[in-house]
Structures are given as structure tokens and as C-alpha cells.
T-cell receptor, first 113, second 113 residues
Framework: EAQVTQNPRYLITVTGKKLTVTCSQN?????MSWYRQDPGLGLRQIYY???????DKGDVPEGYKVSRKEKRNFPLILESPSPNQTSLYFC????????????FGPGTRLTVL | SQQGEEDPQALSIQEGENATMNCSYK?????LQWYRQNSGRGLVHLIL?????REKHSGRLRVTLDTSKKSSSLLITASRAADTASYFC?????????????FGGGTRLMVKP
């Protein structure tokens, strides 16, 4: 089954404790992206990647890191989480680079205390 | 920054009625897409309309695009309780760094049985 998976689905952590949210897709898509969703603000893009070893900032990259060492994986790293990073996070992938349909993961609900 | 703005923010109708949601955007686009999100879950792609298209249908969905007014509408005909969800428009536009998909704030649709 074609899908995007994220782990963990739920995470409660404390300020400053490094964490990684994993994202994996099995569709051989070139393009992958991370979004955060907050009430009243919609979905905002954090980082995206157009291919292996190619990543770039989205609208709200501060406080986040990503890597794309393999085509299928695109982990989101919070080196020192803060309470304002409490949010619902989505990973997405897309075939090609021409603005097509994006496939979303199920989401990771992160709470930073 | 949000490219698309949906209107209304919330809509409540009876089963069997039609639901119309509107989306306005600010800059030139390559295509416009509509997504659906059930509460707290990942977004699911519904339909894509290219900038040179004016109308597109998929089952009970009808999407229109008016590039002169920078607006789009999503019509769901003969709504069902299962259509209850949030609906987002997203615009795809080429920029110097490559493709990015920018989401609006969404319309929360409630269909009452």
C-alpha cells in the first residue's frame, strides 16, 4: 500500500530535550515536506526536500532541522524543543517537482512542556 | 505566509444540501488543489485544477477556477454526514527554489444527518 508513515504519532516532552520525528514514504517520491498545523494558522511549511541531499527552508524553519540521506526518509529534528513548537506535524511526499498531488502522513501531535 | 484564504471559515448544512466553499489567493499559480482533513488526521487530496482550466468534476465534487479574480470554489453536491471535515485549498506556484504548496486556513464543514 502506498503510504507516508510518521513516528511517533503522539509525543509529550520537556523543553530542551532533543527529539526526532521520523517520516518515510514507499512511493519513490522525489519531493518531501514537513508542515506544522496550528489553530487559526492553517498549515505552514517548515522544510522541504527536492531530492536526496537537497533540502531548503519553508515558511517557518526556525528551531528545526531536517536531513535527506535516503530518498524514502525525511526526519524532522528539534534540537532544543520549546513550548511554542507544540503543534500537529505532518510529513508529505509528492512525485516529481511540478506541483502535483501531495500524500500526507497521519500526523504527529507534539506537546512540549 | 498563507496564499489561499477560504471562505467561509465554518459551514453547517443538512444532509442532502449542497456545500460551497471559496478560496482566494494572491499570486500567480501553476495549479490549485483541494484537500480534505478529518479531525486530527492527515490531509487527503481531492482534486487538482490547472491554471489553464476553468472547471473540473470528480464524483460529487465540482471545482471552478477564475484566474482573473484569483479565486476558486469547491462545490459538494448532495452532501452526506460523512463529508463532515475541514477542507483546504492549496496553491502551487513555481519559485526560484522550486515547487512549494501553500495552504489556506480551511473551511470546517459540518453536515447534519
Amino acid at each position: 500500500e502506498a503510504q507516508v508513515t510518521q513516528n511517533p504519532r503522539y509525543l509529550i516532552t520537556v523543553t530542551g530535550k532533543k527529539l526526532t520525528v521520523t517520516c518515510s514514504q514507499n512511493m519513490n517520491h522525489e519531493y518531501m515536506s514537513w508542515y506544522r498545523q496550528d489553530p487559526g494558522l492553517g498549515l505552514r511549511q517548515i522544510y522541504y526536500s527536492m531530492n536526496v541531499e537537497v533540502t531548503d527552508k519553508g515558511d517557518v524553519p526556525e528551531g528545526y532541522k531536517v536531513s535527506r540521506k535516503e530518498k524514502r526518509n525525511f526526519p524532522l529534528i528539534l534540537e532544543s524543543p520549546s513550548p511554542n513548537q507544540t503543534s500537529l506535524y505532518f510529513c508529505a511526499s509528492q512525485a516529481g517537482l511540478a506541483g502535483g498531488e501531495q500524500f500526507f502522513g497521519p500526523g504527529t501531535r507534539l506537546t512540549v512542556l | 505566509s498563507q496564499q489561499g484564504e477560504e471562505d467561509p471559515q465554518a459551514l453547517s448544512i443538512q444532509e442532502g444540501e449542497n456545500a460551497t466553499m471559496n478560496c482566494s489567493y494572491k499570486t500567480s499559480i501553476n495549479n490549485l488543489q483541494w484537500y480534505r482533513q478529518n479531525s486530527g488526521r492527515g490531509l487527503v487530496h481531492l482534486i487538482l485544477i490547472r491554471s489553464n482550466e476553468r472547471e473540473k468534476h470528480s464524483g460529487r465534487l465540482r471545482v471552478t477556477l477564475d484566474t482573473s479574480k484569483k479565486s476558486s470554489s469547491l462545490l459538494i453536491t448532495a452532501s452526506r454526514a460523512a463529508d463532515t471535515a475541514s477542507y483546504f485549498c492549496a496553491t502551487a506556484a513555481y519559485n526560484n527554489a522550486g515547487n512549494m504548496l501553500t495552504f489556506g486556513g480551511g473551511t470546517r464543514l459540518m453536515v447534519k444527518p
